[in-house]
């Protein structure tokens, strides 16, 4: 099969009109910290986007460091500037150097001054920056193998499982599970090389479970879909499209990752997941979607490397893949710029014209608002939208502005299936 995957510009520069939402990115830490994006990539060893693009395609010499202190020490660095007046550390006059609040650990300021000034906007989220300074530490174990942890089977039907209390409550005391990883070889690692005191073990605790969240609030989210256009598991195989997937579900992902749909449906008669994006990191999940179904009760999962309308084009259309029940996207951020704008619109207005049940995350209140916006102007039948019950818990700090309130992986969702009803159109009349 064909993948075709939109070509990088020659400069590899920071850019709106792009398809990739890491290179939109970058744009964005630049237009709030000049000079941002840069530090980054030097502190990763890399000279510029296009590597950075490389070695997350698995094309190039991934990332790499002399020992984990430096690993640690430079991802910590490219969190630092001043957090009042934007300085990044080459900026600095000579004698000032970038102090860390000691409350949160987690933003800097070149003057107290800058401080002063900023402390207003700062008190509002201080106690939240401070759990982020811990999770983006922890997070580390996700690459170990230590996250997420084995969940138990289900003791209640998924229509009784609504939010997260019902499902802690069939999954017992955590506390062994958060222990063993406490103590394991990988924390003791992590806190010798940190550039931080290793916080309480409550808080290390509480930290892990929050990164197990964000985890699970893909699966589960993606369970809460298959329910809310009433899809029936056990009646048929299921196949669902993960849309504008990305290195955040796809790199280091295993062929295991979804199972918690087996215990959310048990005997259910098979469910196929197959994660479509340009920006698809290469790893086990590469490998071709299924015709027809095979195995009952397993999840399948797959990848294919390219925009969502070319993969209906190239694959869908030849009739080499079964089609979707249900298309699901985490965070497709078409609300961003116009390039993701007009990269996605193909693939919307697709989902739209085949009636297709989609079900999207957002971050946030106001990206669910301007998501809804350009749906409806697109003609979409919107189904429903609001907070979503299995958002992440895991708080996400927006990096070159610190100081905006944290928002959260899945914590709104929207679904919406083909064309706008007719009745639902307003006819043009003389008052109009």
């Not at 000032?96 to 900023?118: A, G, S």
């Not at 989210?221 to 499209?241: C, E, R, W």
């Amino acid at each position: 099969m064909a993948s075709h995957i939109p070509e990088l510009p020659e400069s590899y520069a920071p850019r709106t009109d792009s398809v990739f939402s890491d290179q939109s990115g970058f744009y964005s830490l630049d237009s709030s910290v000049p000079g941002l994006s840069k530090v980054i990539l030097n502190k990763l060893n890399m000279k510029d986007y296009g590597d950075y693009r490389a070695a997350i395609e698995g094309k190039a010499k991934g990332i790499s460091f002399r020992n984990y202190k430096e690993m640690f020490q430079k991802m910590e660095e490219t969190f630092m500037f001043c957090a009042g007046c934007s300085k990044l550390p080459q900026h600095l006059t000579q004698g000032q150097i970038l102090k860390r609040c000691v409350k949160c650990m987690n933003v800097y300021y070149c003057t107290k001054d800058c401080q002063r000034k900023d402390w207003p906007q700062h008190k509002k989220v201080c106690k939240t920056l401070r759990l982020v300074a811990i999770d983006r530490l922890v997070e580390w174990l996700m690459f170990t193998g230590d996250l997420p942890f084995p969940t138990e089977k289900w003791s209640k039907s998924a229509a009784e499982v609504k939010k997260w209390d019902d499902w802690l409550s069939m999954q017992g005391d955590l506390t062994p599970h958060l222990d063993a990883i406490l103590s394991g070889a990988n924390t003791s690692i992590l806190w010798k090389n940190a550039s931080r005191p290793r916080p309480e073990d409550n808080d290390l605790r509480q930290s892990l479970w929050r990164i197990q969240s964000e985890f699970l609030s893909r699966v589960l989210s993606v369970g809460m879909a298959i329910q809310h256009f009433d899809l029936n598991p056990y009646a048929k195989p299921l196949t669902i499209h993960l849309v504008g997937a990305s290195h955040n579900e796809t790199m280091g992902a295993r062929l295991t990752d979804y199972d918690e749909l087996n215990y959310m449906f048990p005997a259910h008669m098979g469910i196929q997941v197959v994660m479509v994006g340009p920006e698809v990191v290469d790893g086990p999940i590469m490998r071709p979607p299924l015709r027809a179904f095979g195995p009952r009760q397993r999840v399948f999962i797959s990848a294919y490397k390219g925009l969502y309308h070319q993969f209906w084009e190239d694959v869908m259309e030849n009739e080499e893949a079964a089609k979707p029940d249900l298309v699901v996207g985490f965070h497709p951020g078409f609300h961003a710029n116009q390039g993701l704008v007009e990269g996605w619109l193909p693939t919307l207005l697709l989902l739209r014209d085949y009636n297709i049940p989609s079900f999207f995350t957002m971050y946030s209140e106001l990206e669910l608002k301007y998501s809804l916006q350009i749906l409806l102007e697109l003609e979409m039948h919107i189904r429903d939208s609001g907070p979503n019950p299995f958002s992440s818990q895991k708080p996400e700090q927006v990096q070159a502005c610190p100081n905006k309130t944290p928002v959260f992986c899945n914590s709104h969702y929207v679904s919406f299936q083909g064309l706008l009803p007719r009745e639902a159109f307003v006819e043009p009349g003389p008052d109009n």
